[in-house]
């Protein structure tokens, strides 16, 4: 039993690391109260992409999609770049998500949502997605 939970922490601790990682490789801010402070002060839409450290699709899409250096530029041109746990709770609730990972784009003031879709995306699924948040 002991073993057993030790593999659990350690996997967790691994995953979380994972989400720390990403946000500071990628340049994601992963406190919405700043994040909603630089998208007033640069006047841009936040993405906010809600993840969990169990969900294997969070790390692709962060992996395959977010990684890319096309996408990567494109979103930290275009919008202030948010990752959250969905698991802390350190959000408002009016984006908790059933679904994951959720991407979100919110507005500079952080009150207004424009568009959300669940699920993974690849990266044209990812500009289709994005082409819709667009009036």
């Not at 996997?11 to 007033?40: D, H, R």
């Not at 969990?52 to 990684?67: A, F």
Request: aromatic share 12%; with cysteine; net charge positive.
């Amino acid at each position: 039993m002991k073993v057993t939970m030790m593999m659990i922490l350690t996997t967790l601790t691994l995953w979380s690391a994972s989400i720390a990682n990403f946000a500071q490789t990628m340049g994601y801010e992963t406190v919405y109260e700043k994040a909603v402070a630089k998208a007033k002060k640069e006047n841009k839409n936040i993405m906010l992409v809600m993840v969990t450290h169990y969900c294997p699709w969070c790390r692709k899409y962060e992996r395959d999609t977010l990684s890319k250096k096309s996408i990567r530029d494109f979103v930290s041109n275009k919008y202030v770049t948010l990752i959250l746990n969905r698991e802390a709770k350190k959000f408002p609730l009016k984006f908790d998500t059933p679904r994951i990972p959720t991407t979100f784009f919110i507005d500079p003031e952080g009150d207004r949502l424009i568009y959300k879709e669940m699920g993974y995306k690849n990266k044209t699924e990812f500009y289709e997605m994005e082409k819709r948040v667009r009036p």
